[in-house]
């Protein structure tokens, strides 16, 4: 979409399409630090697999930096509290909004919660390995912008029956 059909949307529109952008850019960023996670466990040291695995990250990294090039093209088209707080005047964006960032917190308070309890114990140790805690906070953060992303994307969709 170019920017003079960018001016000519309502401020919903431009709202919902900066969220669905925020939305592609959380799952690129979830996909990249995952990979970037199961790169340092050495999972894929050689071979086929491990020339496919760089070339996801890769794609990933340039996703996650176009979408938030993309993204900061909308500074100033709507309400600047829109842009950084995520709190939109359109109320089924602000709604899709609130949503997906209510789950995506709760994943990450009950993952870290899950860390905080069983982090110490010698089987966790034993289990994880020796980076476990650094790893697995990783995946923790990872799966919230999985989550947010997943979230925001499939509301956006225009699927609003369940409500």
């Known amino acids: 979409m170019t920017a003079t059909q960018v001016n000519t949307l309502s401020i919903a529109e431009k709202e919902q399409l900066y969220l669905n952008l ?8 979830a996909c990249f630090w995952g990979l970037l996670t199961v790169e340092d466990a050495n999972v894929f040291n050689d071979g086929i697999f491990h020339w496919i695995f760089e070339g996801t990250l890769l794609v990933c ?3 996650l930096i176009c979408f938030a090039i993309k993204s900061w093209s909308y500074k100033g088209q709507f309400h600047t509290k829109a ?10 964006t602000d709604y899709v909004s609130s949503l997906s960032i209510r789950l995506a917190f709760m994943v990450m308070s009950i993952g870290l919660m899950m860390l905080v309890v069983f982090g110490d114990s010698q089987w966790f ?18 799966l919230s912008f999985l989550l947010h992303g997943i979230v925001v994307l499939v509301k956006l969709q225009g699927n609003d029956n369940d409500e």
Do not use: H, P, R
């Not at 140790?125 to 990872?142: K, P, T």
């Open 22 to 29: 925020t939305g592609k850019c959380s799952i690129a960023l």
């Open 61 to 63: 990294l340039i996703s």
């Open 83 to 92: 842009f950084w707080t995520m709190q939109f005047s359109d109320e089924y």
């Open 125 to 142: 140790y034993d289990l994880a390995g020796e980076n476990a805690l650094l790893g697995l906070a990783q995946i923790v953060l990872s």
